[in-house]
């Protein structure tokens, strides 16, 4: 499994990008597939992730409401349309898929076995 992330760039506060993370097959109507960050100097951190069944979806509290996962029906391309962002939205943004996540590690890095290489997101004020 292989994952692509990119669409990452330089954005004014409250502007908009939209990431995608390409995977080598069909494989997220099988996969958990979740969006971390990890700016300079602090630990990765949680930003969203959607269920194996795309049932469910989650967010940090951080980007409620202004952050939205989404698939393509293809299932083989995974999106994160960020508004309205922030400064602290600045950060290497990666995407991970797994097979075994469980609702109680959709937060966790550790739950996901594959990585994409990220993307650099910069949101100047």
């Known amino acids: ?3 692509q992330a990119s669409g990452g760039g330089l954005v004014q506060t ?3 990008l939209r990431l995608s993370c390409a995977a080598s097959g069909r494989i997220f109507s099988n996969y958990a597939v979740a969006w971390f960050r ?3 100097g602090k630990e990765r951190e949680f ?3 959607r269920s194996r069944s795309g049932d469910f979806k989650y967010y940090a509290d951080s980007v409620k409401g202004r952050f939205t996962l989404s698939t393509d029906n293809a299932k083989t391309t995974v999106y994160l349309q960020m508004n309205s962002l922030k400064a602290e939205d600045t950060a290497v943004y990666y995407c991970a898929a797994g097979r ?3 609702t109680s590690s959709t937060r966790s890095p550790d739950a996901y076995t594959y990585w994409g290489q990220g993307t650099q997101v910069t949101v100047s004020s």
């Open 100 to 102: 075994g996540v469980i």
């Open 47 to 49: 930003v969203s992730a």
């Open 38 to 40: 990890q700016a300079p």
């Open 1 to 3: 499994v292989q994952l």
């Open 14 to 16: 409250g502007g908009s």
